[in-house]
Structures are given as structure tokens and as C-alpha cells.
């Protein structure tokens, strides 16, 4: 049959093209969907990444102001390259104020301590580095005692006596007695105490620091104490 000059086979033709045009328009629009909704969620995650970098740095901020003393801000570059240590190097160095021996912080509690400084870049020792110790105090009574680093990112409560009151989740704070660390930051909770070994209790304990995932951090200023008093007039005479 001849219909405007076409034959029945290329109205079957033109069928079959437009049953393809269609099939691949529903695709595309398919893709455009699909592709809509990817980046639907990739905005979704970069806005809880932002939301949880915000409630970070809101953090560190508030651990700024409860300290009392000068604090450096810094970002932790990489890990430093040593398998037996657990070391990582900041952004700041001597320029920028940073002395070995002062304590790193982020927005939960101690994270490490300043072991050696250059220029423009700084090593900091973590709390759960085999070398490592930190004095500390119990919250709820003022127990104290020396924490270790014993690696797998836990430590370890030292030198406390067996008989001692102190029970998992009580919370430890740095002591403050080494004249180094600040008094009172926010080290690690208690998660089990064994009494059975000997004279001493066993105490293991969790940072309460993102000490392995942590990337802005504060390194800690010493407090400043005022000099002492004069002595007595009687004393200067003699």
C-alpha cells in the first residue's frame, strides 16, 4: 500500500526509529535524574562535612577560652614517618611561638605533647605512643596517678594502689603537678580497673580525644605564675 508516497515497510521504519528516539529520550532523562540526585547527595555530604568542621572549630574554641592561657592554633600535616612511634607534625614551628614540651589539644581533651620543634613545623608525641606519659587526677575525687601510652590507642592509669577508689568511668584530667601541662584539661575516661595482680590496680583507659583523627588542634601555652614574694624585711637585714 502507497499512503503520500510511502511504502507499508517505511512506515514500519519510521515506527521503529521513533520507538528508539523514544527509548533513548526516556534514558537521557532517566541519566538527568540520576545525575540530579548524585549531586543531591554530594551537597548533602559536603554540608554535614562543613557542619561537623564548624562544630569542631567551635570546639577548639571553647577549649581556648576555658584554659585561660595562649593557645596556638594549628593543623595537623601528616603522620611522621616512623613505625614504632606514634608522632604527627604540625603546621607551626618556633616562628609561630611553639615550644617543645607544651600540650596539644583539640575540641575533646589532650591529644599530645610538643617533642621537638623546627622553624615552620612542630612533632607532637600522642598520648598513645608507648613512650608517652601525662600525670593526671580523677574528676570525682582527686586521685592521681601517671597515664602511659601502651599503643592500639588506648593508655594506662599507673602507680594507684589497689585499694584505691577509682571505677570505670570516672574522668581524667591532667594534674598539673609536672609544671608542664595546664591543670584540669580533658585526657581519658576509665573503662576497666583489675585489682586481682598485686599491690598495684591495673587501670586501662580511652582517650577522650579523636587523637587519631583529629586535624585542627591547639598546642597549649605553660600558665603563668606570679613570682614569689619578697622575704621579710628581718631576712633582707641578715
Not at 616562628?95 to 575540641?107: F, T, Y
Request: glycine residues 8%; contains cysteine.
Amino acid at each position: 500500500l502507497d499512503v503520500l508516497g510511502f511504502e507499508a515497510a517505511d512506515v514500519d521504519a519510521f515506527a521503529e526509529l521513533a520507538e528508539h528516539l523514544a527509548v533513548a529520550d526516556a534514558r537521557v532523562e532517566f541519566g538527568s535524574e540520576a545525575e540530579a540526585q548524585q549531586r543531591g547527595v554530594e551537597r548533602l555530604l559536603r554540608f554535614e562535612l562543613l557542619a561537623q568542621e564548624n562544630a569542631h572549630l567551635r570546639g577548639l574554641l571553647d577549649m581556648s577560652r576555658r584554659v585561660e592561657v595562649k593557645s596556638i592554633a594549628a593543623d595537623i600535616l601528616y603522620n611522621a614517618p616512623d613505625p614504632f612511634a606514634r608522632k604527627v607534625i604540625l603546621d607551626r614551628g618556633a616562628q609561630q611561638g611553639v615550644e617543645a614540651g607544651l600540650a596539644v589539644v583539640d575540641a575533646y581533651g589532650v591529644i599530645g605533647q610538643v617533642t621537638r620543634v623546627h622553624p615552620i613545623q612542630a612533632e607532637v608525641t600522642l598520648l598513645t605512643d608507648r613512650n608517652q606519659s601525662i600525670p593526671v587526677s580523677v574528676v570525682r575525687n582527686g586521685v592521681r596517678g601517671v597515664l602511659y601510652g601502651v599503643g592500639r590507642g588506648l593508655l594506662e592509669m599507673r602507680h594507684v594502689l589497689a585499694d584505691v577508689d577509682i571505677q570505670p568511668g570516672d574522668q581524667l584530667v591532667t594534674s598539673g603537678l609536672d609544671g608542664v601541662f595546664v591543670p584540669g584539661l580533658p585526657v581519658a575516661t576509665v573503662t576497666r580497673v583489675n585489682r586481682d595482680q598485686d599491690a598495684f590496680a591495673r587501670i586501662e583507659c580511652e582517650p577522650l580525644a579523636a587523637i587519631e583523627r583529629s586535624v585542627q588542634v591547639l598546642v597549649i601555652g605553660r600558665a603563668a605564675y606570679p613570682p614569689p614574694p619578697p622575704p621579710p624585711e628581718t631576712e633582707r637585714r641578715r
